[in-house]
C-alpha cells in the first residue's frame, strides 16, 4: 500500500509549480485528476516536441495523473466541478491572479461546503498586498527575489538554468498538503494551503539576504565558483576539461595541500591560512592550483582527490547524467507509458523501504474524460451534448501503456 492510497486530488493546474506538487503525491498513491483545457490542454504540452514529439516539461510533471477536459467558463462547468470537488480530498490550483474566485472556486467557499477539504492556492505574490494582480513567471520571480542578482559572472547576471521558482513552489505545496493531510488526520478538518512563488524563491534566498543585509554588500557573482569560500569551485586539468572541488574547513585545507597539491608548507603560508584570507586571494589562489592541476589528467586528478577524501565532481552534461553510472547501478530508472509509447522516467527522490513510487503513464489530453464523467453520473447523452458544445474533448490513447 502505497501511503496516499485512497487519496483524490482535483487539480486546476498549468505549467511547472501545481504540476510538479500533484505528480509527486500521485507518486506516492494519490488519484490526481488533472483539469485542462478541451482539445490543447495544459499549454505545457506545447512547450517542444522533443521526447518522441511530447514536451519534456510535460512528460516530466504528468505521469500517473487522469486528465480530463473542461472549459471552465462553460455553464455545466460549475456543476461538473462541484460533483468532482464534493468526492476529493484534495482541490490545488496554479489559475492567474483573480481566476479561481471568479469562478466560485476561492478557498474559503470550498471550505465553507467541504470542511475536510484541503484547498492549496498558488500564485506568483499572494491574493493581498500590492503585487496580488500581478502574474508571474518563473524567470520573472527568479529575477523579482534576487536570485539574479547573485548568479552568473560579475559582467553577467544569470538566471538558474532550471524553473527553480516553480520547483520551490511546488515542493513547498507538495509538503504544505501533506502537512494539512496529517494535521486532518488528527483534527478532521482540512484547511488552506497558500504557496506563493516570492516567498518560496526568498526562502531559498535566505544565506544573500542576511549575508547582504548584515554586512552592507551582496555576495559576489563569481560564475560556478563559491562567493565566500577558497578553493570552492571550477578548475580546469591538463586534458582540457575541468572538476569541481569544494573545501569545508582548515583540517580538509591541510590535507589538500599536502595530499592533492604535494605542498604540505602551504596550509601554514600565512597568506593562504585562513579562509578569508584564500577568499581575499582568490585569483592567486585559483592559479596556483590550476598550475598544479595543469600537471595531471581529470582522471588522475579525481583518483587523487577521492583517495584524499577531498570531495569532487565533473562537470557533467545532461546527456552525461541521464548515463549516469551511480543512477544506473542503483536501479533508479523505470519506464512509463504515454501517448507515444514508453519512455523513461527516474524514481522519485524519496525512497520508501516498503513501497515503490506510482509510475503510471502519462495521459492523452482528455484522455479520462469520458470515464470520470460516467463516474460523476453524466449519462452518455448528457456526455455527447458536452462534447458537441465543446465543453469537453477526449481522445483514445493512440499508443499502448
Known amino acids: 500500500m502505497r501511503p496516499l492510497d485512497g487519496i483524490t486530488v482535483v487539480s486546476l493546474e ?6 510538479f506538487a500533484t505528480r509527486q503525491l500521485a507518486d506516492l498513491g494519490a488519484r490526481v485528476i488533472k483539469i485542462e483545457r478541451p482539445k490543447v490542454g495544459d499549454f505545457a504540452r506545447d512547450y517542444d516536441r522533443t521526447v518522441k514529439g511530447m514536451a519534456s516539461h510535460f512528460v516530466w510533471l504528468n505521469r500517473s495523473k487522469e486528465s480530463l477536459t473542461l472549459d471552465v467558463k462553460h455553464a455545466k462547468a460549475k456543476e461538473i466541478l462541484g460533483r468532482l470537488i464534493e468526492r476529493a480530498d484534495v482541490f490545488i490550483q496554479n489559475l492567474a491572479p483573480g481566476a479561481a474566485a471568479r469562478l466560485g472556486l476561492a478557498a474559503e467557499e470550498l471550505m465553507a461546503a467541504h470542511p ?4 492549496c492556492d498558488i500564485s506568483g505574490y499572494g491574493d493581498s498586498g500590492a503585487y496580488s494582480h500581478k502574474k508571474a513567471y518563473d524567470l520573472l520571480v527568479q529575477s523579482e527575489a534576487g536570485v539574479l542578482s547573485v548568479t552568473g559572472t560579475p559582467e553577467t547576471p544569470s538566471k538558474v538554468g532550471i524553473s527553480i521558482a516553480d520547483i520551490a513552489t511546488g515542493m513547498y505545496a507538495y509538503s504544505g498538503i501533506l502537512t494539512a493531510l496529517y494535521r486532518r488526520e488528527k483534527t478532521g478538518k482540512g484547511g488552506r494551503v497558500e504557496v506563493t512563488m516570492l516567498e518560496a524563491l526568498a526562502e531559498w534566498m535566505g544565506y544573500p539576504l542576511y549575508y547582504t543585509h548584515f554586512s552592507g554588500a551582496a555576495p559576489p557573482r563569481t560564475g560556478p565558483d563559491h562567493a565566500t569560500i577558497v578553493p570552492y569551485g571550477r578548475f580546469q586539468t591538463g586534458d582540457g576539461k575541468s572538476v569541481m572541488l569544494g573545501l569545508q574547513n582548515e583540517r580538509e585545507w591541510a590535507v589538500f595541500c599536502d595530499k592533492v597539491l604535494g605542498q604540505p608548507a602551504l596550509a601554514k603560508d600565512p597568506r593562504y591560512d585562513s579562509n578569508f584570507k584564500r577568499n581575499e586571494r582568490r585569483a592567486e589562489m ?20 577521492d583517495a584524499a577524501g577531498i570531495a569532487n565532481a565533473r562537470v557533467n552534461t545532461p546527456e552525461e547524467v541521464w548515463k549516469h553510472a551511480q543512477l544506473k547501478e542503483r536501479d533508479r530508472w523505470r519506464e512509463v507509458g504515454s501517448p507515444v509509447g514508453k519512455i523513461p522516467a527516474l524514481l522519485p527522490p524519496a525512497s520508501l523501504s516498503d513501497a515503490e513510487a506510482r509510475m503510471d503513464p502519462i495521459p492523452e489530453i482528455g484522455e479520462h474524460t469520458e470515464d470520470i464523467l ?8 448528457e456526455i455527447a451534448a458536452l462534447k458537441t458544445d465543446a465543453a469537453i474533448s477526449f481522445e483514445r490513447r493512440k499508443a499502448s501503456h
Open 286 to 305: 585559483t592559479a596556483l592550483i590550476n598550475k598544479t592541476f595543469s600537471t595531471l589528467t581529470t582522471e588522475q586528478l579525481v583518483a587523487k582527490l
Open 116 to 119: 475536510k477539504l484541503v484547498v
Open 14 to 19: 498549468q505549467a511547472v509549480a501545481a504540476p
Open 374 to 381: 460516467k463516474e460523476l453520473g453524466f449519462k452518455q447523452e
